[in-house]
T-cell receptor, first 116, second 117 residues
Framework: AQKITQTQPGMFVQEKEAVTLDCTYDTSDPSYGLFWYKQPSSGEMIFLIYQGSYDQQNATEGRYSLNFQKARKSANLVISASQLGDSAMYFCAMRRTSGWDDKIIFGKGTRLHILP | KAGVTQTPRYLIKTRGQQVTLSCSPISGHRSVSWYQQTPGQGLQFLFEYFSETQRNKGNFPGRFSGRQFSNSRSEMNVSTLELGDSALYLC????????????????FGPGTRLTVT
């Protein structure tokens, strides 16, 4: 069975500092994808970044990067130069990519507060 | 390109009633998934539809059902509502996963917030 663990229920970070949100996962599938989503108070889930299990390099999207350590089953999200608008819930998620399965498994989330 | 739309955005129902939620995917997307989000259980997968067929199903009782139309629009129905069904219901659309190929991300709608009293 697949499982996503986010151990930080909440974080407070000063504006302009870098932030690392932790995510570990468990799966027996050799082929999988890892996602990070942002959920502001409005409720909509916003896709941030994706990492495939066979990707050799860490994914980056603007200020977001994914620190993928496959042996440790870790997929931490790094936000550089945080902004007030980054305050939101952040979810790490995973899905199989080896079959006909679009189901995504989510972690419990980390609530990030950016302080001015 | 328009995003995923969900209607209604907010809904208040009483126990025992039934409810239907609607989701229109991004144009060209043929896979629609539904998720339930509650403070206690977090985000849980309900089911996924592709080409009018349910392809995957989560661990929810039979009171939760869905369907997909030929234009890929999807509806979710909950019968005999219970207080515990109060949640944010999120719909997501994507290109369908193809065996052997890498995954595409799912694009979420704004959600329907259902309150059962």
């Amino acid at each position: 069975a697949q499982k996503i663990t986010q151990t930080q229920p909440g974080m407070f970070v000063q504006e302009k500092e870098a932030v690392t949100l932790d995510c570990t996962y468990d799966t027996s599938d050799p082929s999988y994808g890892l996602f990070w989503y942002k959920q502001p108070s409005s409720g909509e889930m916003i896709f941030l970044i994706y990492q495939g299990s066979y990707d050799q390099q860490n994914a980056t999207e603007g200020r977001y990067s994914l620190n993928f350590q496959k042996a440790r089953k870790s997929a931490n999200l790094v936000i550089s130069a945080s902004q007030l608008g980054d305050s939101a819930m952040y979810f790490c998620a995973m899905r199989r990519t080896s079959g006909w399965d679009d189901k995504i498994i989510f972690g419990k989330g980390t609530r990030l507060h950016i302080l001015p | 390109k328009a995003g995923v739309t969900q209607t209604p955005r907010y809904l208040i129902k009483t126990r025992g009633q039934q409810v239907t939620l609607s989701c229109s995917p991004i144009s060209g997307h043929r896979s629609v998934s539904w998720y339930q989000q509650t403070p206690g259980q977090g985000l849980q997968f309900l089911f996924e539809y592709f080409s009018e067929t349910q392809r995957n199903k989560g661990n929810f009782p039979g009171r939760f059902s869905g369907r997909q139309f030929s234009n890929s629009r999807s509806e979710m129905n909950v019968s005999t509502l219970e207080l515990g069904d109060s949640a944010l219901y999120l719909c997501a659309s994507s290109f369908p996963s193809v065996q052997g190929q890498d995954s595409y991300e799912q694009y979420f709608g704004p959600g329907t917030r259902l309150t059962v009293t």
